[in-house]
């Protein structure tokens, strides 16, 4: 197929083209500006009611953004004045800060002045407004300094001031805290090292001797909490606090002193004076169990209910143990404590490091007198407790009876001298051993020193016995019992006081 080639046209023929395109154009051009001039005039006529409205609008709309414009000025204008007294009050306080600091290090030697690297907040307008200082004008001024202050609620300690004056009667401070002030005194020598407190920023440490003191007067008293905190003018959980501390420290400075087991020296003594009392030889300490009420624990609650006390009193009672070997004076050479209350007293027996230390033979020659709540064994001495008995048997309860009484009587003192033991306490199941233990500890020292018991002081023990389901655990004790009643009897030792 073959592709012919387009004519050009000539230069005539262009130029005639051009002009018949140009006048088109013009002409068209005119039709449609006629056309736009009519449709103007129209729109002029026909709407000229809704233009007026729509000016209108326009009016109101443009008053409106004037006002607005007028309100944020003023707001801006009163948020400058704000701005500007409060940098006048930031300024006017540094300036007084700084004035009561020169004023108050005026005489105070440089190593004493307090030092901090932190700079003083100013706002970002007074900043900026600050000139620079050139370096001829002199130091530059440290900023205030800062000290650290901790809220204390002002309490009064005007009853422990009183107490703890030279010039306190000694017979109301021997009221107050069951002692003497020179038993006082050696216990908080003794304590100081374990309840010393250092200093702090924030405030000072609680002396010793206050320490010591919220300790036995809590214990002495049994009063509530809330009462200890208003005698000596400190927070509750502080003096909660300080009680089982010094506890703690009694228990861990002072019980391996005037507690313990008597050495052999001292136990040869301790059996010379019970059978001057009894006639009965080789008795080495008479053994008591009681029972300290307490409130009911939120486990185990069933292995802590007294039934005997709740029967006798009619009222629901929970409780745990403390088993105690007195001596002659009733000064307690072996504690066992905190076993539930529903265990009668063998079974405490049982539990004892004192039972652990027979079972090594570490009692050979050695009686431990105790109730008929006691099992007879080979190093446990207890009274008949079956019906008819002969004289001889009677003669022989009698004379146990006396070295049983010992015992029971410490109980007693440890009781009345300590009141917190009388009734439930608010401390916690778990803290109580050692509270028991720190009231035994401080029963000693005061035994020992001789620290007489006021009448007032007096409680009577009542413990529910109850006999042992195996009374007789050794036979060989039997006929040692056999022996001593025999002897007591027929070498006029017994007495009548069973007849």
């Given at each position: 197929m073959e592709i012919n080639?387009?004519?050009?046209?000539?230069?005539?023929?262009?130029?005639?083209?051009y002009n018949n395109f140009l006048s088109d154009l013009n002409n068209s051009n005119d039709r449609k500006r006629h056309r736009k001039d009519e449709d103007d005039y129209n729109n002029n006529n026909g709407n000229g009611f809704e233009d007026a409205k729509n000016n209108t609008s326009a009016l109101k709309d443009i008053f409106t953004s004037l006002i607005l414009l007028d309100?944020?000025?003023?707001?801006?204008?009163?948020?400058?004045?704000?701005?500007?007294?409060?940098?006048?009050?930031?300024?006017?306080?540094?300036?007084?800060?700084?004035?009561?600091?020169?004023?108050?290090?005026?005489?105070?030697?440089?190593?004493?002045h307090p030092r901090t690297n932190k700079k003083p907040r100013h706002s970002s307008v007074s900043t900026s407004s600050v000139s620079p200082v050139s370096d001829n004008v002199g130091p530059e001024i440290p900023p205030p300094a800062?000290?650290?202050?901790?809220?204390?609620?002002?309490?009064?300690?005007?009853?422990?001031?009183?107490?703890?004056?030279?010039?306190?009667?000694?017979?109301?401070?021997?009221?107050?805290?069951?002692?003497?002030?020179?038993t006082f005194d050696m216990i908080c020598a003794e304590l100081e090292s374990a309840v010393t407190k250092k200093n702090t920023m924030l405030r000072d440490a609680i002396p010793v001797r206050q320490r010591v003191a919220v300790c036995i007067w809590r214990l002495a008293t049994g009063d509530p909490l809330r009462l200890?905190?208003?005698?000596?003018?400190?927070?509750?959980?502080?003096?909660?606090?300080?009680?089982?501390?010094?506890?703690?420290?009694?228990?861990?400075?002072?019980?391996?002193?005037?507690?313990?087991?008597?050495?052999?020296?001292?136990?040869?003594?301790?059996?010379?004076?019970?059978?001057?009392?009894?006639?009965?030889p080789n008795i080495g300490g008479s053994m008591y169990t009681t029972h300290?009420?307490?409130?009911?624990?939120?486990?185990?609650?069933?292995?802590?209910?007294?039934?005997?006390?709740?029967?006798?009193?009619?009222?629901?009672?929970?409780?745990?143990?403390?088993?105690?070997?007195?001596?002659?004076?009733?000064?307690?050479?072996?504690v066992c404590i905190?076993?539930?209350?529903?265990?009668?007293?063998?079974?405490?027996?049982?539990?004892?490091?004192?039972?652990?230390?027979?079972?090594?033979?570490?009692?050979?020659?050695?009686?431990?007198?105790?109730?008929?709540?006691?099992?007879?064994?080979?190093?446990?001495?207890?009274?008949?407790?079956?019906?008819?008995?002969?004289?001889?048997?009677?003669?022989?309860?009698?004379?146990?009876?006396?070295?049983?009484?010992?015992?029971?009587e410490a109980f007693g003192r440890l009781?009345?001298?300590?009141?917190?033991?009388?009734?439930?306490t608010e401390v916690k199941l778990q803290d109580l051993p050692v509270v028991l233990g720190a009231c035994c500890v401080l029963h000693n020292i005061c035994e020992m020193r001789k620290e007489g018991m006021e009448e007032e002081w007096g409680f009577e023990v009542f413990d529910d016995e109850m006999v042992a389901e195996n009374g007789v655990r050794s036979g060989n004790a039997v006929q040692k019992r056999d022996f001593i009643a025999h002897n007591l009897l027929h070498h006029g030792l017994a007495g009548t006081g069973f007849l």
């Open positions: 080639p387009l004519p050009f046209l000539n230069q005539d023929d262009y130029s005639h083209f309100e944020e000025d003023e707001e801006e204008g009163r948020k400058k004045v704000m701005e500007s007294n409060f940098n006048h009050t930031n300024d006017d306080y540094y300036n007084y800060s700084h004035q009561f600091q020169q004023d108050h290090y005026a005489e105070t030697p440089d190593f004493q800062t000290h650290r202050r901790l809220w204390v609620k002002d309490r009064s300690k005007d009853w422990w001031e009183r107490c703890n004056h030279p010039d306190f009667p000694e017979d109301e401070f021997r009221r107050a805290f069951r002692m003497s002030k020179s200890v905190s208003k005698r000596f003018g400190l927070g509750i959980s502080t003096c909660h606090k300080l009680v089982l501390e010094v506890c703690s420290a009694i228990k861990t400075v002072l019980m391996p002193k005037f507690l313990h087991w008597p050495e052999e020296q001292s136990l040869n003594t301790i059996k010379q004076e019970f059978e001057s009392i009894s006639g009965i300290i009420p307490i409130i009911a624990p939120k486990i185990s609650v069933s292995a802590y209910f007294n039934k005997r006390h709740t029967e006798r009193n009619q009222k629901t009672s929970y409780s745990i143990t403390v088993q105690g070997v007195v001596d002659p004076n009733g000064v307690f050479t072996d905190g076993w539930p209350g529903s265990m009668p007293d063998d079974q405490v027996l049982e539990k004892s490091a004192l039972f652990q230390r027979a079972s090594k033979g570490l009692l050979r020659d050695v009686w431990i007198v105790g109730n008929k709540g006691y099992p007879l064994m080979d190093w446990v001495l207890v009274p008949y407790n079956h019906q008819n008995l002969t004289w001889t048997q009677h003669a022989f309860n009698e004379k146990v009876g006396e070295v049983g009484k010992v015992g029971k009781k009345g001298r300590w009141a917190c033991l009388q009734k439930r």
